[in-house]
């Protein structure tokens, strides 16, 4: 996750496919848990597509972001009971930031892992940020394997959280999308903080 981000932020919520995207992750996540006076953590929540969903029915949500213009088109919307961090998610952050310092009922994290240069340390970072029973669901591009640059498989997911400490973890596939020549499959991942 870098500001390389930025380009994309003007257009991204007119995209048709970012859309459909959000809407399909925000309905596998009620699917999962209810949102109803949750504090969430959005990480990695660009311009907002599923906080703006979240913010809905939880009690706070707290968007964090590497991309300032991402950010600024989340801004711009104005959600009562929403803030938002620029900054990578780091250990001296979780132990600075008044922010992050209530921990979270539930963390997630929408197609971001597999952008990750250390996913299953930021792994350990996202736990840490959970109440006890707290919840961490991601979803990414399901990878079949080599060639897909950005995607997870359902053993990488699984590993990864199991490894992180997080209980009864479940890997599924939770929405496919529509693409030129074939369906891209989207897996989600959840798993609870102990």
Same mark, same amino acid.
């Given at each position: 996750?870098?500001s390389e981000?930025d380009?994309?932020? #003007?257009d991204w919520?007119s995209d048709e496919?970012? =859309?459909?995207?959000s809407e399909?992750? &925000?309905?596998?996540? /009620?699917?999962v848990v209810p949102?109803d006076?949750l504090?969430?953590l959005?990480?990695?929540?660009?311009?907002?597509?599923l906080t703006?969903?979240?913010?809905?029915?939880s009690a706070?949500?707290?968007?964090?972001?590497?991309?300032?213009a991402?950010?600024?088109?989340l801004?711009?919307?104005?959600l009562?009971?929403v803030s938002t961090i620029?900054v990578?998610?780091t250990e001296?952050l979780?132990?600075?930031c008044?922010?992050l310092a209530? #921990?979270?009922?539930l963390?997630?994290?929408?197609s =971001?892992?597999?952008?990750?240069?250390? &996913?299953?340390g930021? /792994?350990?970072?996202l736990k840490?940020l959970l109440v006890?029973?707290?919840l961490?669901?991601?979803w990414?591009?399901?990878s079949e394997?080599?060639?897909m640059?950005?995607?997870?498989?359902?053993e990488a997911?699984?590993?990864?959280?199991?490894?992180?400490?997080?209980?009864?973890v479940?890997v599924t596939?939770?929405?496919?999308?529509?693409a030129?020549s074939?369906?891209?499959?989207?897996?989600?991942?959840?798993?609870?903080?102990?």
């Amino acid at each position: 996750m870098t500001s390389e981000w930025d380009e994309y932020a #003007r257009d991204w919520d007119s995209d048709e496919e970012v =859309v459909q995207y959000s809407e399909k992750a &925000y309905q596998s996540l /009620l699917s999962v848990v209810p949102l109803d006076g949750l504090r969430v953590l959005d990480f990695g929540c660009g311009t907002g597509r599923l906080t703006e969903r979240i913010a809905q029915s939880s009690a706070t949500v707290v968007g964090l972001d590497t991309s300032p213009a991402m950010l600024a088109v989340l801004e711009r919307k104005q959600l009562p009971h929403v803030s938002t961090i620029e900054v990578e998610l780091t250990e001296e952050l979780v132990e600075s930031c008044p922010l992050l310092a209530p #921990r979270f009922n539930l963390v997630v994290a929408s197609s =971001v892992c597999a952008f990750l240069d250390n &996913y299953e340390g930021t /792994l350990g970072l996202l736990k840490s940020l959970l109440v006890g029973g707290g919840l961490f669901v991601q979803w990414d591009w399901l990878s079949e394997g080599e060639g897909m640059d950005h995607g997870l498989t359902h053993e990488a997911v699984s590993g990864a959280l199991a490894r992180a400490g997080f209980a009864d973890v479940s890997v599924t596939s939770a929405f496919s999308m529509a693409a030129p020549s074939d369906e891209l499959n989207v897996l989600m991942g959840v798993g609870r903080n102990t």
